[in-house]
């Protein structure tokens, strides 16, 4: 079992940054991996990235890559969203998941945290 918390969100500008934390807590961490997915209003789920125990953030979806950056501070338990050059269609709620298994899929996440408002203006 994982828990996940996440914080950070808040209003933003377009062409602003805003760094997403999320902190997780249960046993043998370090055989999940932990990810981000987002959901923007009257859309599908977005998967965003994802991180292993050691290595980078993989498998940005074209509408983040360059922007974003998934990383991990495995002593703080704490995952990360760096998020760049943000524009207003990346307004949604910002999910941290965690799963065993390596996924890119929306649906391939066992254990998902609240979530965390970003909202981008124009």
């Known amino acids: 079992q994982v828990q996940l918390v996440e914080s950070g969100g808040g209003l933003v500008q377009a062409g602003g940054s805003l760094r997403l934390s999320c902190a997780a807590s249960g046993r043998a961490l370090n055989t999940y991996w932990l990810g981000w997915i987002r959901q923007a209003p009257g859309k599908e789920r977005e998967f965003l990235g994802t991180i292993g125990w050691s290595g980078p953030g993989v498998g940005y979806p074209d509408s983040v890559l360059g922007r974003f950056t998934v990383s991990r501070d495995n002593d703080r338990k704490t995952v990360y969203l760096q998020m760049n050059s943000l524009k207003p269609e990346d307004t949604a709620v910002y999910y941290c998941?965690?799963?065993?298994?390596?996924?890119?899929?929306?649906?391939?996440?066992?254990?998902w945290g609240q979530g965390t408002q970003v909202t981008v203006s124009s």
């Open positions: 998941v965690a799963d065993v298994n390596f996924s890119k899929s929306i649906h391939g996440y066992e254990f």
